[in-house]
Nanobody, 118 residues
């Protein structure tokens, strides 16, 4: 299973970006998809997650970021509005996937850089 994240870039404070994550490979079913981010010198943190149980949004981005999925296309999206300089980080896509060969496992994408200028 491979995850490809895209959509990062440079944006001014107050602007918007939409990240995309595409899952491909021998996917049986996608149990959950999530977005994490890691700023320089900081630990990787959960931004938003989506599963059959619902969605979970970090308090720091609640009201500004929205996670959505297109299950037919094995895609996840992160709509980021009202961006702040403190949102600057590398954003990673993570997916919990069931495959016939490996059962349930966690996969990570390569990360996409988001830079918000003040």
């Amino acid at each position: 299973v491979q995850l490809q994240a895209s959509g990062g870039g440079l944006v001014q404070a107050g602007g918007s970006l939409r990240l995309s994550c595409a899952a491909s490979g021998s996917i049986g079913s996608i149990i959950a998809m999530a977005w994490y981010r890691q700023a320089p010198g900081r630990q990787r943190e959960l931004v938003a997650a989506s599963s059959s149980e619902g969605t979970n949004i970090a308090d720091s981005v609640k009201g500004r970021f929205t996670i959505s999925r297109d299950n037919a296309k094995n895609m996840a999206y992160l709509q980021m509005n009202s961006l702040k300089p403190e949102d600057t980080a590398v954003y990673y896509c993570r997916s919990t996937v069931w495959t016939l060969i490996r059962g349930t496992d966690i996969y990570w994408g390569q990360g996409t850089q988001v830079t918000v200028s003040s």
